[in-house]
């Protein structure tokens, strides 16, 4: 069973080592502000953390976008 963490567009100050435990980071652009969109990606890059851009509300989207970019280079490479 997946496990996740919602940040809300309001929680600017998270604390960043939540991502520590991602193995892939959405994100929603729609609904963030830059200074949470900047600070997420910049952390997450030092991480070397997956990055999932999403961009609408539809579930499947964002399971096919999530299989398209996590799932599928790790079949590949097996």
């Known amino acids: 069973m997946p496990n ?6 309001e929680d600017v100050k998270y604390d ?3 991502l520590e435990a991602a193995d892939a980071i959405v994100v929603h652009w729609r609904f963030l502000g ?17 990055i999932v851009y999403f961009g609408n509300s539809n579930e499947q ?4 976008s999530l299989y ?8 590949k490479k097996s």
């Open 4 to 9: 996740f963490s919602f940040i809300a567009s």
């Open 61 to 64: 989207q964002l399971l096919q």
């Open 34 to 50: 830059h200074s949470l969109f900047y600070r997420t990606v910049n952390y997450a890059g030092k991480l070397n953390k997956k």
């Open 16 to 18: 960043l080592a939540v």
């Open 68 to 75: 398209r970019e996590c799932i599928l280079p790790m079949e």
